[in-house]
């Protein structure tokens, strides 16, 4: 089995209200699966039911190539948008108590607790208590209990929240690091750049549907505009423009540049990217020629405002 | 170690260990057996003594009013009414009785007065009336040529004899016994389903406002968690009641030979030791004696311990709903009142109904419903209740306590993840179905 994770028309319905309507996510083993969607557009739903903390009313889930059941929950590291620990309970006490409960023994999550606290160099806290902690400190804390038992599958609900820049940095190096040594990721959060920067695969559910999904590149190519994003230095700008109006729709471009140039944005149409150059070489010196892929973040907001 | 376990450990010690729950245990029984020790110190404190000053114009009564702790009686029959009237409040007389000299009983029956600033007692004033009506009745006999010595000897006094069909003597009083040891196992449970059932709903906020719930139910099932709760709380419990017999027990022993307080000298006396003689108490107590015995002590222990799981964790499981239904605890007061209810009906119906009519209908009716029947069931066993009855009754609760443990865990699952409105009836019925 190449995909760690199948779900197949899952839908999930609260009384009336529809949550969930035969949506169907593929996520490939060793990648990392952006889920994105507006507030409110069954993420949370989706994601719990993944961690069988509700069940769903029809289809179905495969985890590794098996049927979810309850075994899988060690399986499985969840970090949820929504989380807290005890407050009056020690930092040890509490990290041996979760490791439990996710199956490993008292002496392995001992030793796994060990490594991790020496990594983010935090022993001094195991007898403190959550309460004496700041709320980036604790989050740390819920990081490690999430990745404890070394599970297959890890599901962050917006990771970063709560984290200071350094502090935010640390834990995107330890979820790359875990993919790099074969976990599966699947990330949900509404900061685009992280999911530019992180995610290979993206997924996106809007109003309780799938629309998108796919490899981030290949769903980028789906919506690529074809055009191109062109610094020139041309003394003959009348010229230029009279050319290029002739064969492309040409807009105004903003990007940054160190010369005085002349910034355009040109729809290419059927035309080849060669033939533009043709044309740019031809009136001036290019200093800049770049297709404009769409960003994520345009991409998002194209789906949903549709 | 199964998730079970780990979670029923967890929480007994975070009850534990709990700084209020130790200052609590520690702390109560101080206060209890202080309390007592305070009120019965109150009680051997002499009050004042009050003076009553007594106008008597015919002078037949005054004898009669023997000086008693309380009250010291003054013959001032000697000084005028009206000076007497006024000189109440400068002379710090409590009161004037004034029985005026009128020949016709009837008449003077209804003519005295008793003239005081402060409200008297019923008891003080049902003294004076017995005291002048007593010594009326002997004139009005002595008027009518009767001999008061005579009708004085002819007065009897009845004390019925208990006896069983089996022949065996029995011993009165013994209803109140009886009703006296089911109350403390009924009122036992009541007391522990109301502390401890509050304090599995707390944790099951806590749980909630921390956020940390949603961490724990993505390894556990929430109906294990609920369980877990429920029973790592009770745990607890069970072991601050231990601590509390103990230091309350020695504190008691303690303080009452320090202070001297003699277990005896508490107006707690029996009516049989009232009516009988001492070398008839010492009969009387050996049948005391062999009544408690004979209670079924066995059934009602047994009862006492399936009644109290079955109360219990029905009850908690209801409060673990409410907590997972509620985002904090002042919302929770509107659904406490169903629970309080029926608790404190079992306690009202024991002490009412079971004492005067034990196998009554009403009686009988409460120890089956599921609600109050580990209240109303114990105080009716002492006085043997049929096995079926007791078979029915147990049958009845512990069916809803599943019942009512599958709706709560059914509530809960959905509650603990529901932040920020407070839900209505409705929206709790709504729940059942997702």
């Known amino acids: 089995m190449s995909n760690i994770l199948e779900v197949k028309k899952v839908v999930k319905q609260y009384g009336d209200y529809t949550a969930l309507n035969e949506v169907s996510i593929t996520v490939p083993k060793g990648s990392i699966y952006g889920l994105l969607g507006p507030n409110g557009a069954g993420k949370t739903s989706l994601i719990r039911i993944i961690n069988q903390i509700t069940l769903p009313d029809g289809g179905e889930i495969l985890l590794d190539g098996e049927k979810l059941s309850p075994k899988h929950v060690q399986s499985i590291g969840y970090l949820p948008e929504e989380r807290g620990l005890y407050k009056s309970m020690k930092v040890g006490e509490q990290c041996l108590y979760l490791a439990q409960m996710k199956g490993l023994s008292k002496s392995e999550a001992k030793k796994q607790l060990d490594y991790w606290f020496e990594k983010f160099e935090i022993q001094s806290w195991w007898n403190k208590k959550i309460e004496e902690l700041s709320k980036g400190m604790a989050q740390k804390i819920q990081f490690v209990v999430t990745v ?63 629309l998108i999904e796919g490899k981030l590149n290949d769903v980028k190519r789906e919506y690529r505009t074809n055009s191109f994003q062109v610094g020139i230095l041309t003394s003959n700008v009348e010229g230029l423009m009279y050319d290029l109006t002739q064969k492309f729709t040409v807009g105004q471009a903003d990007f940054k540049s160190l010369n005085e140039d002349l910034k355009l944005e040109i729809q290419l149409g059927n035309a080849t990217s060669n033939e533009l150059l043709h044309i740019l070489t031809q009136r001036g010196q290019v200093t800049h020629f770049v297709e404009k892929i769409p960003s994520v973040n345009d991409i998002f907001i194209q789906t949903v405002s549709k | 170690m199964s998730i079970l376990t780990l979670i029923i450990k967890r929480e007994f010690i975070a009850k534990v260990r709990n700084k209020s729950f130790i200052v609590m245990t520690f702390l109560s029984p101080l206060l209890f057996v202080g309390l007592i020790a305070f009120v019965s110190y109150l009680s051997t404190m002499k009050s004042d003594v009050k003076e009553i000053a007594v106008h008597d114009e015919s002078n037949l009564f005054v004898q009669n009013f023997k000086n008693s702790d309380e009250y010291h009686y003054l013959n001032l029959t000697a000084i005028d009414l009206k000076t007497l009237k006024d000189s109440i409040v400068s002379e710090r007389y409590e009161g004037l009785l004034y029985i005026p000299k009128i020949d016709d009983s009837k008449t003077l029956s209804t003519k005295i007065q008793y003239i005081s600033n402060d409200s008297p007692s019923m008891s003080f004033i049902e003294d004076l009336e017995d005291i002048i009506a007593q010594k009326l009745t002997t004139s009005n006999f002595q008027k009518a040529g009767l001999d008061t010595t005579a009708i004085k000897n002819a007065e009897a006094k009845v004390s019925i004899n208990l006896t069983k069909s089996s022949g065996e003597e029995t011993v009165k009083g013994l209803n109140e016994i009886k009703v006296g040891i089911g109350a403390a196992f009924g009122y036992l449970i009541m007391m522990f389903i109301i502390i401890y059932g509050n304090m599995v709903m707390r944790s099951v906020i806590e749980e909630k406002t921390n956020r940390i719930i949603e961490i724990i139910i993505s390894s556990v099932k929430p109906f294990q968690l609920m369980m877990g709760k429920i029973i790592g709380t009770s745990l607890a419990g069970v072991l601050q009641f231990a601590i509390w017999a103990i230091i309350g027990g020695v504190l008691f022993f303690v303080v009452s030979s320090l202070l001297g307080i003699e277990m005896n000298s508490t107006p707690t006396v029996s009516p049989e030791m009232m009516a009988g003689t001492k070398a008839d108490f010492a009969v ?75 196998h009554g209908t009403v009686a009988t009716v409460f120890s089956m419903i599921p609600l109050t029947s580990p209240i109303v069931m114990l105080m009716r066993i002492p006085f043997g209740v049929p096995w079926w009855q007791l078979l029915i009754s147990v049958l009845l609760l512990f069916g809803t306590f599943f019942f009512v443990v599958w709706f709560a865990s059914k509530i809960y699952r959905v509650g603990i993840l529901m932040y920020g409105k407070k839900p209505t009836w409705k929206e709790l019925y709504r729940w059942l179905k997702y």
Do not use: W
């Open chain 1, 148 to 210: 404890l038992h070394r599970p297959k599958l890890l599901i962050l609900d917006e990771p970063f929240s709560g984290f200071d820049p350094v502090n935010a940095n640390l834990i995107k190096d330890e979820i790359i690091e875990l993919n790099r040594q074969g976990t599966s990721v699947i990330f949900s959060t509404h900061r685009m750049e992280s999911v530019e920067e992180m995610c290979d695969y993206i997924g996106l559910i809007h109003k309780s549907n799938k």
């Open chain 2, 284 to 358: 009387k107590a050996q049948l005391y004696i062999n009544e408690l015995l004979n209670l079924p002590i066995a059934t009602l222990f047994i009862s006492f311990i399936i009644y109290f799981i079955g109360g219990y964790f029905l009850y908690s499981s209801i409060y673990a709903a409410i907590g997972a239904a509620v985002d904090n605890e002042t919302d929770s007061q509107q659904f406490l009142l169903p629970i309080i209810l029926p608790l404190m009906l079992g306690v009202y119906v024991g002490f009412f109904s079971v004492l005067s009519e034990p």
